[in-house]
């Protein structure tokens, strides 16, 4: 019964994270939530931001540390990088890719690792 309201919790989370367009960043068990991640959507205008960001559930207790960046294939080459340790505060960037094509988003947190793709049209 005790890992069934957790699982719940943990899928309530997840689910109201990704309608708000943050996503949880998960390792097995489900309840070890850490890491909360941003990702903005398939499709952008050139000339528009990604916007990146981490927050830290502090109740969790688990690490904070992560890492992120963006990886170019027009340019075949990471154009933005950050690690450190999430906070309770949300910590975002934004991400202005120079050239139209497909781009990358990669989380690590927690040695979970996350890609999300954006196309710049």
């Known amino acids: 019964m005790k890992l069934n309201r957790?699982?719940?919790a943990t899928a309530l989370a997840l689910t109201t994270a990704a309608g708000t367009g943050a996503?949880?960043?998960?390792t097995?068990?489900?309840a070890s939530a850490d890491v909360l991640v941003n990702y903005d959507g398939g499709s952008i205008s050139l000339g528009r931001h990604l916007i990146l960001g981490v927050w830290y559930q502090q109740f969790s207790g688990r690490p904070a540390g992560y890492w992120a960046g963006v990886w170019s294939y027009p340019a075949n080459r990471w154009?933005?990088?950050?690690?450190g340790h999430a906070t309770t505060n949300w910590t975002s960037w934004a991400v202005k890719p120079s050239q139209r094509g497909?781009?990358?988003t990669?989380?690590?947190a927690d040695g979970v690792r996350l890609v999300f793709y954006t196309t710049v049209k």
């Open 106 to 108: 990669v989380y690590n």
């Open 102 to 104: 497909k781009y990358a």
């Open 79 to 83: 154009i933005f990088i950050r690690s």
């Open 23 to 26: 996503v949880v960043a998960t």
């Open 28 to 30: 097995a068990p489900p």
């Open 6 to 8: 957790i699982l719940a």
